[in-house]
Each structure stands twice: as C-alpha cells, then as structure tokens.
C-alpha cells in the first residue's frame, strides 16, 4: 500500500525528548531510504533528516533519524520552543513511482 | 548558496492551464533534477514531478496526464504547466532541487533547498 502514516500530532515540554513515527510498506520505507522535513509555521519546508539518518549542515544534533524495517522514527531531544511545527516523512515508492509525504505531525511544545 | 523563487499568476480560472516559472540563482540550473510540489492550505505535501536537465522527466500518477515541465538553462529557470486546473489544484505551489539515486538498490530522494513557495487560487 503506498501511504506513509504518521500520528497527526505530538507534543513535549522544554528539554523533553520526543519521537515521531512514519510507518510504511516494503514498498517505500522497506526498500528506500527515508527523509524528514520540518515546517515552520507560514514557511516553505526544510529538509531536516535525509537518507534515514543524515543531517544537513546546520541541522542541530538534536534532530536524529533511524529506520527499522518498514518504519521510520524522528526524534528530537533537548525539546524547544521554536521546534514547534509540522514535521512530514517523505521517500520514494516502487509501486507508485513517485514520492509519498506522510500526513505531517504537528508538534506542540507545552 | 542555491536560492529558488516561484513566479506566476497567482489567480487561474478553472478549465484554464497553471504555469508558474522557478528561477535558480547562485549556481547552475544544469546537471541536477528539479521538482515541484504542492501543499493545499492546511493539508500536507504532495508530489508533483521531477526533471533531469537533460530532459528525462518523472510524474507523478496523479499529474501525468495534466503537467509538463520543461527547463531554460540559458535564463537558469525551469517551468511547471498543469492543464485542466479545478478547485482542488488550489495550493502553495513550491520549486525544490532533488537529490535523487540509488544506493546498494535502495532508491533516495531528498529536496534541498526549496523555493519560498507561491500561492495559486483556482477561481472563477
């Protein structure tokens, strides 16, 4: 099935530890390398993870991936306020021949 | 750095054709892909294709019989065409660079860096 599912929102307080869930098929996240992006509120998206596990320059430590099978986790530790946004898990799918998005996951920071 | 801005109008009636141009400043539009995705207000991302300025091009199910892209080195832009636009093409529409392979038979994609993104309304 070629759809990326992500839970649609999560949360943590300051300095907390959180993970976000993308979960797919061995279509897509089985057999193809995962990214993550983060949108801040009323700007483009940002790549924040690629290939499962790569952060871009510039992207804090704090921003980790892995991959599992057919799924795929983000996690943010030391949690921030301006890590308040929506956070979407892309990657290609054989059976599409495209690229999925998962749903987004807005992260509320209380 | 690779910048990327979308241009365009920002207002397409429906049955009528969408074109929006991305034009790629401080480095060479040549030698990479390019994509266009959109993103409806309040809803998540989608794909909508990808280019090789070579020519080779990649749509999505979804768009391929309604999108054309096609490049102009010489001016460092490239344009999205989506024909036959209703509502439901109503979105911010953005441009992004795509690093796109395949590794150990795993296939990646990523989109570094984006456009700003543009707003098209389908309306009459």
């Known amino acids: 099935q070629s759809v990326l599912t992500q839970p649609p929102s999560a949360s943590g307080t300051p300095g907390q530890r959180v993970t976000i869930s993308c979960s797919g098929s061995?279509?897509?996240?089985?057999?193809?390398?995962v990214n993550w992006y983060q949108q801040l509120p009323g700007t483009a998206p940002k790549l924040l993870i690629y290939r499962n596990n790569q952060r871009p320059s510039g992207v804090p430590d704090r921003f980790s991936g892995s991959k599992s099978g057919t799924s795929a986790s983000l996690a943010i530790s030391g949690l921030q306020s301006e890590d308040e946004a929506d956070y979407y898990c892309?990657?290609?799918?054989?059976?599409?021949?495209?690229?999925?998005f998962g749903g987004g996951t807005k992260l509320t920071v209380l | 750095q690779v910048q990327l801005q979308e241009s365009g109008p920002g207002l397409v009636k429906p049955s009528e054709t969408l074109s929006l141009t991305c034009t790629v400043s401080g480095g060479s539009i040549s030698s990479y892909y390019w994509s266009w995705i959109r993103q409806p207000a309040g809803k998540g991302l989608e794909w909508i294709g990808h280019?090789?300025?070579?020519?080779?091009?990649s749509y999505s199910p979804s768009f391929k019989s309604r999108v054309t892209m096609s490049v102009d080195t010489s001016k460092n832009q490239f344009s999205l065409k989506l024909k036959s636009v209703t509502a439901a093409d109503t979105a911010v529409y953005y441009c992004a660079r795509d690093h796109w392979g395949k590794i150990s038979g795993a296939r990646y994609i990523w989109f570094d860096p984006w456009g700003q993104g543009t707003l098209v309304t389908v309306s009459s």
């Open positions: 280019f090789y300025t070579s020519g080779s091009t």
């Open positions: 061995s279509s897509n996240i089985g057999n193809n390398s």
């Open positions: 892309a990657g290609w799918d054989d059976s599409l021949n495209g690229v999925l």
